[in-house]
């Protein structure tokens, strides 16, 4: 059984701030973009490994047992010199090792799967946001009653499905630091989402007026082109500035819910 603490170079009693700390200090000298190579790649995934475990407590406190039933368990054959013996012991060692280089991979590939889902969302939160504001299709009006009950409903899934969304983005991505005054007294260790909450938030909000704005600075510039393409509805518009307001409030959700919806599937087939 590998000895977490022995590889991150801490005691039985460490606490989480000093485990913490030891992994990310030799995370940095065996990270694959430092020492590009196979040993270096090993090595992190092993760090990775014992790290994982020994900041959750209950998985720690199953790794405890573990290795104190192996420090109390009698001699083997298996610690012998035996040719035999050293072949079955660099088997198990190496079957560990590849189990733990498959994990690594396997929550890369994870994280990267979620990485790309935000991005997904959030640009085509933008995207739907700037192109309904810039050809301004004013499209509530021409729907019958059936059509309106349809978006309505879209709407509300649209809605739902963004706001968990983005919920659990900033759930992931995101934290709220301490107060300044608890953070001077108490010394506390760097979180390990990127960024804060209320820059996510401010990214999300200035991201949507800007293109909200550059959608309408382009489609005033351009009104006769656009003017152009929903002419067959102007006779059934009733108030020109209503059916923008109901597109730019209605449309952004449903696209969100719609490009969420068939990035999944692809991911699904992939």
């Given amino acids: 059984m590998i000895d977490y603490y022995r590889i991150l170079g801490v005691s039985t009693n460490a606490s989480q701030t000093e485990i913490k700390s030891a992994y990310r200090k030799l995370a940095r000298k065996s990270h694959p973009d430092v020492n590009p190579n ?41 610690d012998s010199n035996n040719p035999h013996a050293k072949r079955a012991r660099n088997l198990a060692v190496q079957a560990k090792w590849d189990r733990l280089v498959d994990e690594v991979l396997e929550r890369d590939r994870q994280e990267n799967r979620e990485r790309q889902r935000a991005v997904f969302t959030t640009v085509s939160l933008f995207l739907s946001t700037f192109f309904l504001a810039m050809m301004r299709p004013q499209l509530w009006n021409v729907f019958s009653t059936m059509g309106r009950v349809i978006v309505l409903t879209l709407f509300v899934i649209g809605v739902w499905h963004l706001a968990n969304r983005l919920r659990e983005y900033l759930a992931h991505y995101t ?72 597109d730019l409030i209605f449309y952004p959700p449903i696209a969100v819910l719609i490009v969420d919806t068939v990035h999944g599937l692809a991911s699904r087939i992939d």
């Fill in 38 to 78: 196979t040993e270096a790649a090993r090595q992190f995934a092993l760090l990775s490994k014992a790290y994982h475990t020994l900041s959750d407590p209950q998985e720690r406190a199953y790794y405890d047992d573990q290795l104190k039933a192996q420090k109390n368990r009698s001699y083997s054959i298996l």
């Fill in 175 to 246: 934290y709220k630091p301490d107060p300044i005054q608890g953070s001077i007294i108490s010394e506390s260790s760097l979180p390990e989402q990127p960024f804060t909450r209320f820059s996510a938030y401010t990214f999300l909000l200035v991201g949507w007026a800007l293109s909200l704005g550059i959608g309408l600075y382009i489609g005033w510039h351009m009104q006769d082109f656009f003017s152009d393409i929903t002419l067959l509805f102007r006779h059934r518009i009733v108030s020109v500035q209503s059916a923008i307001i109901f």
